[in-house]
Structure formats: C-alpha cells, structure tokens
C-alpha cells in the first residue's frame, strides 16, 4: 500500500497515473489531506534534511563497489584464460591462425593452440614444382661398413594436385618423404637435421632397436633443436613394411607431412617373388582451409578436406600400368595420423600375406577385396591383374575419395588407377 505522502500531488480530481492504486474508500487515510503543491519553505527544509547522505552511507556504498569490482575480476578470472597473452597469440612472425569452425573453450592454453594452428606462411623456405611427386628412393653413402641416410626437415609448399597447394611439413622436400630401403643386417646412420622453426624427433616404427634410439620426445631423448642433427644409429633386424614419422607433436607434425616409406628386404632376397612389382600406398589427411593448411584431426574445424595417396589426391595420384595376368604387391602404409581407411581394390580379391611387417603364415592369409589400414598398421597384399581396364584402388569411407567435396574424372583423394593392359 502506498504512503500518501509518497504519492505525487495531483490536481483535484485528476485521474490517478496508470498503474497507481489507490486506497479504497474504507481505507483509514481515505480523506486524509494531501500536501498542497505549494508546500512551505519550512516543510521542503524538512525534506531535504531526511535526504541528506551521511558518513556511514558513503563508506556502506564505496564498500559495497569495491565488493563488486572484486567479483567481477573473479568471475573473468575462473571464467576466462589470463594466462595466454595476446604476445602468445601472435608467437611467430605471422601469428597464429585458427581453423574456423573450431570450438575453443576459454582455458585452452597456448600450446594446445599453437598445436592446431595453421601453418605459419612466413616459415616456408621452398616451394616444390607442382608435379614432384614424393616418396623418392633415398640414396646413401657408406661410411666404414655404415650406410649413412641423411633426413632433412623443413617447411615447403607441396602440390596436392595441380591447382590445390598446401603448406606441409616436409623430409628432403617432398610428400611423403624419401623412401628408406634397406636389407635385414645393414649398419644405419640416419642422420636427421632439424630445419623446422620447432624442434623434432623421428621414431622407426615397429623397430626392435635400442631404446635410445626409438625416438619419443622427452621420453628417450632431448628434441631435436631447430638448426641441429641428430644421428640415429641401428641395425634392422625384422624384414618387412615399416616406415618414420615425427614423434615430437605427432598429432601436428605427422598430420602435416613428416612421414616416409621404410622397407627392408629380408638378407637374402627369395629366388622367386611372387610378384612382378611394387605398389607402395602411404595415407594421408589435409585440411585446408581459406589458404591455411591445418593439420587434420578428428575434432571440429579440423576435420579434412583433402585426401592423399603419396602426397597426391585423385586424379593427381600415380597411375599404375600393369600386364594381365601379372601379380602386384601393394603395401598399404597407415601412415595417416588420425583416420582409418577402408582400402578396396576393384576387380577381384587381393591376400593378405603380411600385416605390420610380419609374414601371415600361408593357412591364414585371407582373402579379401578391402582391407582396414588404421593409423600404424600395414598390410602387404597380393592383387593377380585377372581382367583389362581400369581398376580402381580406393578407399571406401567415400568421403574420402573427393576433394573438398567434390569429384573429378570419378573420384577424388584416396583413388588411384591401375591400369591393366592385355
Ligand atoms: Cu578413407
């Protein structure tokens, strides 16, 4: 109910103001008098002596401010990320650049960022003429009874396909990189220069080797620093498909390209193979966005466009010609950091005779036409030419035989030819 003396002087008679109530006739100040407009200097006196505002009201609202400044500094603080600096953000002479779409919570921290950022432009020192292709048999030297490799990281633009470049990390400047081929006994040194602005490792997967040489970042050895080489040194012992990739941010360094090819022939090669030739089929994701290159991973704003076969996508892959009748040894390398790919093979079932590097002993060897080569494994298998025409080898999760969403000459990505001629 409202005071009389809190209610606005009215003309007599007037209506009461929208939304006023006013006291019903029963009400015991019905009737009381209303202070006339034109009140006394004694009364408005009296009024503003109420109002005056007192020493305790000063300090009752400065604390009550300093209260409130205090909380909101410590709800930005628990809510927000005070520990990446705008200097953080832009570490690197381009700064870091965002995928778009990418879901980033507030207290992600500058190395998780730094992790999924785009390829810094400033940091490419080549750009490969656009039909390089990759996985280029590396020659070495010996040295003693040492056969001596020498692996160089970098950062270069690499042709996907002819009018799609990306921004990959590379080894001796090509995607994937050189092919490593040695024999069951060789001495290795492989040495590994770090031309990256980062530093690095390289891990021999699904070597039996000493521990100190198997590569994991600040597990078994310090990094390499950009600007250094480090020497790897061992002897194979397993015959069979393998192959290297970074071990330092793998998820960063091998997404974007640093991975290669590393076959070893068994001491004493058999007299009579059973096949005629070699498909090396190494795996890879892209995601390019805007002029950016990401690296792909499974999670929003960095799922992949792009797909390649030996740095390639459809219709820019490598096609194979091959006689009917003839028998090929596809080795299928997951060399894919993140995503698993149903590879098919058109035209007939291939066996499966050897999966990560070890022989399947003959009662097992399957029979198949697609084969699931996940993130590491390998699968070498035999495909006998029965028919003439193009067959395709692809992968079939179908997304990944477009490129950025779309099909030319009937594929994309993960497809390539083989060519059968009679
Ligand atoms: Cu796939």
């Keep these: 109910m409202q005071e009389p003396d809190k209610m606005q002087p009215a003309a007599p008679g007037a209506p009461p103001p929208a939304g006023m109530t006013m006291p019903p006739s029963d009400n015991p100040h019905a009737g009381m008098a209303m202070p006339p407009t034109g009140t006394s200097p004694a009364g408005e006196m009296a009024m503003a002596g109420n109002r005056a ?30 520990g990446m600096s705008v200097r953080d953000m832009r570490a690197g002479a381009g700064g870091l650049v965002m995928p778009p779409g990418m879901v980033m919570s507030n207290n992600m921290s500058t190395a998780a960022a730094q992790g999924m950022a785009a390829v810094d432009p400033a940091a490419v020192r080549y750009t490969a003429p656009a039909d390089t292709r990759g996985d280029q048999p590396l020659v070495p030297t010996r040295v003693g009874d040492t056969l001596v490799f ?50 690095t490792t390289v891990h021999w997967h699904g070597l039996i080797l000493p521990n100190n040489m198997d590569g994991p ?53 058999p007299a009579a193979p059973a096949y005629s030739r070699e498909v090396v089929v190494q795996l890879q994701e892209w995601t390019v966005r805007n002029g950016s290159t990401f690296p792909a991973m499974p999670m929003e704003g960095l799922l ?33 950091s993140a995503f698993s790919h149903p590879m098919h093979i058109h035209g007939g079932p291939f066996r499966i005779i050897e999966t990560d590097g070890n022989p399947v002993p003959p009662a097992a060897q399957l029979l198949k036409d697609t084969v699931n080569v996940s993130p590491g494994e390998r699968y070498d298998v035999l495909w006998t030419a029965r028919e003439p025409g193009r067959w395709l080898l692809h992968c079939h999760i179908l997304h990944h035989t477009t490129n950025d969403g779309t099909e030319e000459q009937g594929g994309g990505g993960l497809t390539m030819i083989l060519n059968v001629v009679p």
Excluded: C
């Design 53 to 82: 505002v007192t020493p305790l009201q000063i300090a009752a609202m400065t604390l009550l401010t300093l209260l409130a400044l205090g909380a909101g500094v410590l709800i930005a603080a628990l809510g927000g990320n005070f």
């Design 150 to 199: 020498t692996l160089t990281t970098s950062i270069i633009k690499w042709n996907i396909l002819p009018g799609t470049q990306v921004m990959a990390y590379t080894y001796n400047q090509q995607v994937p990189g050189p092919r490593i081929r040695v024999k069951v006994g060789d001495k290795l040194r492989i040495n590994v220069q770090n031309m990256l602005p980062e530093a």
């Design 217 to 269: 970042a600040d597990v078994t050895q310090a990094p390499i620093a950009p600007g250094t080489t480090f020497a790897y040194e061992f002897t194979p012992q397993q015959a069979g498909t393998y192959f290297y990739h970074s071990h330092r941010e793998p998820d960063r360094q091998q997404a974007l390209g640093l991975y290669g090819a590393l076959i070893i022939d068994p001491a004493t090669p």
């Design 304 to 336: 992949p466009n792009f797909f390649t076969i030996n740095g390639k996508a459809y219709p820019a892959t490598e096609t194979v010609n091959i006689k009917q009748g003839e028998t090929v040894l596809v080795r299928f390398i997951g060399t894919s």
